[in-house]
Structure formats: structure tokens, C-alpha cells
């Protein structure tokens, strides 16, 4: 099994909806973040967390909102969807204890109509 | 505010030839990462560079760092088709012992028959 899943892969809505990407971890990392990734704009990050209890906003948080379940769960909520968050997102984690960087789970291609 | 910035954003190669990226950041930082993403999938690590002067290589890849200069540089000897993909190189920031990841733009590199 793969250590970092999101769900869905792929997700077409329409403006306005509200929408949840949901990442789950099996590396028992502490530290969580999602980014999103357009081209020629590289990966931004969006939130990031320590812990359960420590979530923070990251480059471009406005028009997102997250939730840390637990340690192993970190999903990133889209309010009111617009065009303009149309990307692909990635769920990432990391153990500093390692020094290895972060790993990326499979990414979610957002469309919004 | 951490910048990271590659350069080139895109650089088409034939085989056979060598290049370097070139990855500058802004601030001060105690590591940098390369990472490969392939069309329509995730990132993958490819070096980890933890004090200045760390030098790592794999196959026809060679990463070095200078901290001082705040440059890293990914060279490629003789390049090879498979070597097409898209790199990026990422910064830790250091704000009051947190780490968060930070990415440069990205280059996308095509390896010519």
C-alpha cells in the first residue's frame, strides 16, 4: 500500500460547491501539508501541520481551509469553489527526524466549471 | 519572504550532451532537496543536501550545494531520453525551529533523440 493516499484522484464540480480533498499516511509522520501545483507556477503551499493540534497557513490559504482528524488524516476543504482553484493538489508528509525532505502522495486533479 | 527561483524553466537537450540547473533561494536555509515529477504523477526525491559543500550523485545526475551563495546546481552528464521530466529543488525555511518546504518554479527538461 502506498504510505500517502489522497481521495478522490480526479473530481470535476462546479462554482460554488463545496468540496473536501481528503490525504491519509501510514509513515507515522507528525507533519502534514498540502500543496498545489499549476504550471509554470511550481507547488505553493497551502497549510501545513505539526501536529493535531498545530495547523498553519501557508503561501496561498485563502479560499481553503483544513482539517487535521488525526495524525494519519489531513483534509483540505474548497468552501466555495471558483475556476481559478482548478490544479492538481498534492498531500505531502515529513518526519524531521530524518532530514529525507517531504513525500508526496499521488495528487488530486481539481477542475471547477 | 523565502523565494526559491530555477532557472531555466524549460531547457530541451539533446542526448549525449550536459547541462546544469541552476537553483538560487533568498534566505538562509540548512538543506536543500531535488525532486523529479514525470507528466501526470507525483514527486519523487531524488537528492538530499545537508550542509554546505554536500555533493551526491546518481547515475548521470550530480546535485551540489553552497550554502554561502545559496545556490545548488543539478547536473546532467550525457543526457539520456529518460531523464525527461520535470525537476524541482525545494528549501527548508527555518522560522523559529518550524521547518515548511518551499519549491521553486520547476524545469522541465526534454532529452532529445
Known amino acids: 500500500d502506498a504510505d500517502v493516499t489522497q481521495t478522490p484522484r480526479n473530481r470535476i464540480t462546479k462554482t460554488g460547491k463545496r468540496i473536501m480533498l481528503e490525504c491519509s499516511q501510514t509513515?507515522?509522520?507528525?507533519?502534514m501539508y498540502w500543496y498545489r501545483q499549476d504550471p509554470g507556477l511550481g507547488l505553493r503551499l497551502i497549510y501545513y501541520?505539526?501536529?493535531?493540534?498545530?495547523?498553519n497557513k501557508g503561501e496561498i490559504s485563502d479560499g481553503y481551509s483544513v482539517s487535521r482528524q488525526a495524525q494519519a488524516k489531513f483534509s483540505l476543504s474548497l468552501e466555495s469553489a471558483i475556476p481559478n482553484q482548478t490544479a492538481l493538489y498534492f498531500c505531502?508528509?515529513?518526519?524531521?527526524?530524518?532530514?529525507?525532505?517531504?513525500?508526496f502522495g499521488p495528487g488530486t486533479r481539481l477542475t471547477v466549471t | 519572504e523565502l523565494k526559491v527561483e530555477q532557472n531555466p524553466l524549460f531547457l530541451s537537450m539533446q542526448e549525449g550532451k550536459n547541462y546544469t540547473i541552476y537553483c538560487n533561494y533568498s534566505?538562509?536555509?540548512?538543506?536543500l532537496y531535488w525532486y523529479r515529477q514525470d507528466p501526470g504523477k507525483s514527486l519523487e526525491s531524488l537528492f538530499v543536501?545537508?550542509?554546505?559543500?554536500a555533493v551526491k550523485q546518481e547515475g548521470r545526475l550530480m546535485a551540489s550545494l553552497d550554502t554561502k551563495a545559496r545556490l545548488s546546481t543539478l547536473h546532467i552528464t550525457a543526457a539520456v531520453h529518460d531523464l525527461s521530466a520535470t525537476y524541482f529543488c525545494a528549501v527548508d525555511r527555518t522560522t523559529s525551529g518550524t521547518y515548511k518546504y518551499i519549491f521553486g518554479t520547476g524545469t522541465r527538461l526534454k532529452v532529445l533523440a
Open positions: 505531502a508528509t515529513s518526519d524531521p527526524g530524518t532530514s529525507l525532505g517531504v513525500v
Open positions: 509513515k507515522g509522520h507528525d507533519r
Open positions: 543536501l545537508l550542509s554546505n559543500g
Open positions: 534566505t538562509t536555509s540548512d538543506r
Open positions: 501541520s505539526f501536529d493535531v493540534k498545530d495547523i
